[in-house]
């Protein structure tokens, strides 16, 4: 995407989006777990991280994963993972008709959230 489409980077991305769950199950400089659960109509919009990176963990539901530079999709099931490396945009959808549950770890590094509109 254009630097023109870039938004400023945020340290906290939670007032962003809605989803039905989140939860913080550890946090420590450089590395955080969470987990979080989307309707099937949420999504965690276009972005992506400066130095560090998204693992992906899905415990329920199906996972599609949008991402660019390659663009490529990426749909994931229950014990099934996926790593965003940092700079790599993505996006999370619920690809199923129930809830998504999935744990994503991050780091290592300063965690920030860049916005792409």
């Known amino acids: 995407m254009s630097?023109?489409?870039?938004?400023?980077?945020?340290?906290?991305?939670?007032?962003?989006?809605?989803?039905?769950?989140r939860a913080r199950h550890a946090e420590r400089p450089g590395f955080r777990?969470?987990?979080?659960?989307?309707?099937?109509?949420?999504?965690?919009?276009?972005h992506y991280h400066t130095k560090i990176a998204d693992t992906?963990?899905?415990?329920?539901?199906?996972?599609?994963?949008f991402l660019q530079k390659?663009?490529?999709?990426?749909?994931l099931g229950v014990g099934q993972s996926y790593v965003a490396?940092?700079?790599r945009p993505h996006l999370v959808t619920n690809a199923g008709t129930?809830?998504?549950?999935f744990l994503v770890l991050q780091g290592v590094g300063e965690y920030d959230y860049v916005p792409l509109v």
Not at 56 to 65: N, P, T, W
Not at 70 to 75: G, L, S
């Open 33 to 46: 777990i969470s987990e979080l659960q989307l309707s099937p109509t949420q999504t965690v919009p276009w």
């Open 56 to 65: 992906f963990y899905v415990l329920e539901g199906e996972m599609r994963l």
């Open 98 to 101: 129930g809830s998504l549950t």
């Open 70 to 75: 390659p663009k490529e999709e990426v749909r």
């Open 3 to 21: 630097s023109e489409h870039r938004l400023k980077p945020v340290a906290n991305a939670d007032h962003l989006y809605e989803v039905e769950r």
């Open 85 to 87: 490396v940092a700079g």
